[in-house]
């Protein structure tokens, strides 16, 4: 059994890629006893809120080319001259294009900020949000090269020391220095800056550097129609405490972003196996290796409903025994968000055939259409019901956008069908 497991790259991957990227929100959990007993609600709302913009901020200075990487990635393996030549590029391009941006965006901090926040002070939460999200731009680009590799324990490495780092640094600026909301926001900013260059260092064996406009050209011609799907996914997941902090107090913010912050527990698994799933599914398509790529996605819909329901009671049992007496509301609130977190978990399994055929605008249109009716449930319902608002919109829109992209699969799929009937 343990032979075949290590044959098994997919399944030997998503286990390296889920215990990488688990470590993130797996250290977050282990902190909240620390978070929650010494950060009140109100200051834990106030930096989770930001990190929250960060996720927002960062896809639109990547430009979703991460996933550009991901895909073209498998185009150059028989020119490794051409492959440097890309990648160098994209790179740095990127690199140009979000210090550019986040310049910008610094400059009309004032108006910027006033704009975003209501109770959170601009100084100096706007400018961490900036820090954040221009370094987690830079550091999501060698992190998907790592992914296209299949070099999954050094991605775990990476995911594992980063995140541990910022859990010591976390613990010293809020025990010893009482940082408050801003301790977790320095300490990402600090190790994130210092992960960021040596990535950059180590991947540059790979790179050319280059600024080739046709890799640029046809690299956001893929991303672009995928921006709106990222965004969309943001507005679904986090949108709401954005619009909450302008209709409720802190306080009860705060509640609702820690039972939100233990459902993503959930939706990092999830994204961890699916690391692994796009780089083998595209791989075994590649090959022509069909049935092989559909048991692949079969596999990982399994794990998607057994994990999600064992993961209820566990989440609300932890947050139970972690968290102080003021944010026991958020543990009721967690088996809502948690089935959110499920749909969204089977949204991935027809995406990858349609991210493989490069079927991009489907996945974003889904996704747009989904995000429009979350805010308006969003908008509508917050101002009477708060947090309670803020699950019935999440839940709709991850509804509503499943049921869209598989009605795109079997549209794409019947016009497949009757196109090669009429050639035969």
């Known amino acids: 059994m343990l032979y075949k497991f290590k044959k098994n790259k997919f399944l030997k991957n998503s286990v390296l890629y889920t215990v990488g990227s688990m470590m993130t929100p797996l250290l977050g959990f282990i902190m909240l006893p620390v978070y929650t007993n010494y950060l009140s609600p109100s200051e834990y709302g106030v930096m989770t809120t930001v990190q929250t913009l960060v996720g927002m901020l960062q896809v639109f200075l990547l430009l979703s080319l991460h996933g550009a990487v ?37 400059l009309f901090n004032q108006f910027i900020g006033a704009m975003l926040f209501n109770e959170i002070p601009t100084y100096p939460f706007y400018f961490y949000m900036i820090g954040l999200s221009w370094l987690s731009a830079l550091f999501a680009l060698p992190m998907a090269l790592i992914r296209a590799q299949e070099k999954a324990g050094f991605f775990v490495t990476v995911n594992i020391a980063k995140a541990v780092l910022i859990m010591l640094l976390s613990i010293y600026l809020i025990v010893f220095k009482g940082l408050g909301a801003e301790s977790a926001l320095l300490s990402q900013l600090i190790v994130t800056a210092l992960v960021v260059l040596f ?37 679904i997941k986090s949108s709401d405490r954005i619009i909450l902090e302008k209709f409720v107090a802190l306080e009860e913010l705060g509640v609702y972003a820690l039972a939100a912050q ?37 596999i990982f819909l399994i794990v998607i409903i057994s994990f999600g329901v064992l993961s209820i009671p566990i989440a609300m049992l932890g947050a139970y025994l972690l968290s102080s007496d003021a944010y026991n509301r958020a543990i009721w609130l967690i088996p809502f968000l948690i089935i959110a977190q499920i749909i969204k978990g089977l949204y991935y399994v027809p995406v990858a055939g349609l991210f493989y055929i490069k079927e991009t605008k489907s996945i974003a249109t889904s996704s747009s259409v989904a995000a429009v009716i979350n805010l308006v449930i969003n908008f509508l319902l917050i101002p009477i019901i708060g947090i309670y608002g803020a699950i019935i919109s999440t839940v709709t829109a991850e509804l509503i956008r499943i049921a869209l992209i598989y009605r795109a699969k079997s549209t794409l799929k019947i016009g497949a069908q009757y196109s090669y009937a009429n050639e035969g």
């Open 70 to 106: 991901t895909r073209f990635y498998y185009d150059y393996l028989e020119d490794l001259k051409q492959q440097k030549e890309y990648l160098g590029s994209i790179f740095l391009f990127v690199v140009f294009f979000s210090t550019l941006a986040a310049s910008i965006l610094l």
């Open 199 to 235: 990535l950059f260092i180590k991947q540059s064996q790979y790179l050319k550097i280059s600024l080739k406009v046709k890799h640029i050209k046809y690299s956001l011609l893929f991303s672009l129609p995928l921006l709106p799907h990222v965004a969309s996914g943001w507005i």
């Open 262 to 298: 233990v459902s993503m527990v959930l939706a990092l698994f999830y994204q961890s196996v699916n690391n692994a799933l796009v780089p083998r599914y595209t791989m075994l398509r590649k090959e022509n290796k069909e049935k092989e790529a559909e048991k692949l996605l079969k």
